[in-house]
């Protein structure tokens, strides 16, 4: 048979092709010119987006992965382009986000020779990527790509990199594709073992004060329907980490809020009065925990998760179940038993009462007539009914939307958890609107973290997306200068931050803008943003000097939590 | 508490193996004692032996991780009581006649071998645990050595479960 050779190129984009993908956000350079050279015949399937650097790249892909639960692709030159991805590659990494990062690398004769624009973008990026591969044939393209996709989307997700030298790009070959749905070495859906369903089901059966702690392994597994079914019957309240928010309505009766460090205040307390404490996709970071040594000690421990290693990395189980969530909960609810635990949730609304009591005494004592960050998340939440998708970057501000903003529907929460990457939410913003289109993609940003990333705004004006940027700006890194204000004796090192006119920014992009300063014209600006059809840049002004409230202060535990 | 841990890891045979296996002690300022590749019993596969002195909880955390890598197919943990172990050594060492008597009796004692002997220096193997070649390596001091090497460890289990049927059992 006489088949038509094909260059590695060619080949890349048609394996890419073959996966269903038709979004791209990268940057061209030397090394992937052959690449991109053949992505120029392929302008109608596939959409490919400029960005203003790499970084912004992936943390678009990031955001289009996390709102269409589809995986998120990035082209990147070699050298300096592939060591942009690296900040998005350890984000995406600690947030199991499935990515695949394509780089081009100096053809195979030159590597280890410090050619122009050569780095080891193996090595820099094996500890940040689930896996990653060299290919320096052209022949073996499509089956990297095929196992890529296997291993990013599979499992517990992750970022994968392909780095693929010149020379193996412009190669020609006979092209074949076969999809990757197994790896010898590799076992991404674990069976479930019967016997520790049982025995966690026989737990909660006895349970009298049960707490369940979702986290983003709800969402990556499609379980939310699963999850609803089983805390309905056995009438468990559930609270959420911060990937987590969305998995369940912030409407629902049994859903008691927000975990952590910023999170609330009944949620937190109950961790430590519980006496079975159920967690399902989520991993017990240090920012959920507190002091580990203080965590749920009185509770027996029921932890499932698809990956193994997180099964007793932080918090000792009584019950280990290494499996889908989904799986998991579709056992699960086959053996528990219809309850009610009414005396118990309603200790959930009490302790909810002085919380909202409290926050409400601060505020009246502190009262300003300047705005107050959680009133423009409020304001915001309540006029987009929580149905919009928010993308948040990393700061105070994202803590008040986390408290603040009812997240009604999965997917609709996309923020930096892990990694707490400032800069993520310009670039992430623009891939989830790409990622659904149809839905309202508020990006909600503190003055800090926009000027990271601000160039992106070229890319918006160029792929005309729109997405709406809520800018609070309180003229402070907020959230460092919070912890200077409670551990560090008010000593404002380096927080005090000037912002340009984001006015005149926003219009340099040809982007509609407008600032915000006073309360009464806080409602008027929001509706204004959300009924722009192309993008749209708020500016909102707030108090200076505020604190996120309630917090565990770093070494404290869940129990400890202030309100003020 | 800290004890000495000997890690079997079973691989494909991948370039950049060692280095994803390494950077998992890395990151948590773990230092390795010794670490051997080489194919394991099946073509294809490779085995590493890594020797560790930390704590129960940390070595299981590290299982853990190394597991979790694509192309690891299984990774063990053992303590000195379950596997039988072994490392070499060559000893370069000084000729000199006046002290040959004394030296072959070295040689005898301690069960080691001849290599190569030159006019200038002999070289002797010596296979063991660590403690046999050391004190081995001890007892030649005195005669001037020139040169010294010692493997890592390698060890084979006492009971487990073989590869082979982990492998048809992940299958």
Redesign the interface.
């Known amino acids: 048979m006489n088949v038509e050779k094909i260059s590695g190129a060619k080949a890349l984009i048609l394996s890419l092709l073959h996966e269903n993908i038709h979004t791209i956000f990268g940057y061209p350079g030397g090394a992937i010119m052959p690449i991109y050279d053949a992505l120029y015949d392929f302008e109608k399937e596939i959409n490919h987006i400029l960005v203003r650097h790499e970084q912004g790249a992936i943390h678009a892909a990031q955001g289009y992965a996390r709102v269409s639960g589809k995986c998120g692709v990035v082209f990147a030159t070699s050298g300096p382009g592939a060591t942009n991805l690296i900040t998005g590659l350890a984000d995406a990494m600690i947030d199991s986000t499935p990515i695949v990062c394509i780089t081009g690398q100096v053809s195979s004769h030159l590597l280890g020779t410090d050619a122009f624009q050569e780095t080891d973008v ?2 820099i990026s ?2 940040v990527t ?2 990653n591969i ?1 290919i320096t044939k052209a022949s073996d393209i499509p089956m990297a790509i095929a196992k890529a996709f296997f ?1 990013a989307t599979s499992g517990r997700p992750g970022p994968v990199l392909i780095d693929i030298t010149k020379d193996a790009q412009f190669e020609l070959f006979n092209y074949q594709y076969n999809k990757c749905h197994f ?5 991404p859906l674990p069976k479930i073992d019967l016997n520790k369903i049982e025995l966690a089901s026989q737990l909660i059966n006895e349970a009298k004060k049960p707490l369940l702690l979702i986290g983003q392994g709800i969402i990556l597994s499609g379980a939310e329907n699963e999850l609803k079914t089983f805390i309905e019957k056995a009438n468990i309240p559930t609270a959420s980490t911060l990937l987590g928010l969305g998995a369940l309505s912030a409407n629902h009766a049994l859903y008691v809020g927000y975990l952590g460090m910023h999170g609330d205040y009944a949620p937190n307390i109950k961790t430590n009065e519980c006496d079975v404490l159920i967690a399902i996709g989520m991993r017990f970071d240090d920012r959920v925990t507190g002091d580990v040594s203080r965590y749920a000690k009185q509770a027996k421990i029921i932890h499932i998760d698809i ?3 997180e ?3 932080i918090i000792k189980t009584d019950v280990a179940i290494h499996a889908d969530a989904k799986m998991a909960l579709q056992e699960l609810t086959k053996l528990v038993d219809i309850n009610k635990h009414e005396s118990w949730l309603q200790e959930f609304k009490d302790a909810k009462k002085i919380e909202v009591d409290t926050l409400f005494e601060n505020e009246k004592q502190n009262y300003t007539h300047e705005l107050k960050m959680e009133e423009v998340i409020k304001c915001l939440s309540s006029i987009t009914n929580g149905e919009a998708i928010i993308v948040t970057d990393v700061g105070q501000h994202q803590m008040m939307t986390s408290r603040y903003y009812k997240f009604l529907n999965t997917k609709s929460n996309v923020s930096s958890g892990g990694l707490g990457t400032m800069g993520f939410g310009l670039p992430a913003a623009i891939g989830a609107k790409l990622g659904n289109p149809n839905k309202q993609v508020i990006a909600i940003i503190g003055d800090g973290g926009f000027q990271m990333t601000l160039q992106e705004l070229g890319t918006i004006l160029q792929s005309k997306i729109a997405v709406k940027i809520l800018i609070l700006n309180n003229r402070f890194l907020g959230m460092v200068r919070q912890w200077q204000e409670l551990f560090f004796e008010k000593r404002y090192s380096f927080t005090e931050m000037i912002s340009p006119d984001y006015i005149k920014l926003a219009n340099a992009y040809n982007i509609e803008a407008l600032q915000i300063t006073e309360k009464e014209n806080l409602e008027e600006g929001i509706l204004k943003m959300l009924q722009c059809t192309s993008s749209f840049l708020l500016e909102v002004k707030v108090a200076k000097e505020s604190n996120v409230f309630p917090m565990i202060p770093t070494g404290a535990s869940v129990a400890e939590i202030r309100l003020k | 508490m800290e004890k000495t841990f000997t890690i079997s890891v079973f ?2 045979n991948s ?2 193996m060692l ?2 296996i390494t ?1 998992i002690f890395t ?1 948590r300022h773990l230092n390795i004692e010794s670490i051997t590749a080489s194919e394991s019993e099946i073509a294809n596969v490779f085995r590493y032996t890594i020797v560790l002195k930390t704590t129960d909880e940390q070595v ?2 590290v299982i ?2 190394i ?2 890598l ?4 299984k990774a063990f943990v053992h303590e000195d009581d379950d596997i039988v172990h072994q490392e070499i050594a060559l000893y370069k060492v000084k000729m000199n006649h006046a002290s040959s008597n004394e030296l072959e009796k070295v040689i005898r004692e301690n069960y080691a071998r001849i290599l190569a002997i030159d006019p200038h220096y002999i070289v002797i193997e010596k296979t063991g645990h660590t403690t046999e070649t050391q004190s081995l390596f001890d007892k030649l001091k005195s005669f001037g050595i020139l040169e010294f090497a010692r493997s890592g460890r390698v060890a084979v289990t006492k009971p487990m479960k073989e590869l082979s049927q982990y ?1 048809k059992e ?2």
């Open positions: 193996i090595g094996m500890p689930k896996w060299q291993i790896i010898r070495s590799y076992n990956d193994q290693a099964i007793n990395k | 691989t494909e370039v950049g280095n994803r950077i990151r299981n955390k853990g991780q597991e979790k694509i192309e690891v197919l492998l992940i299958n």
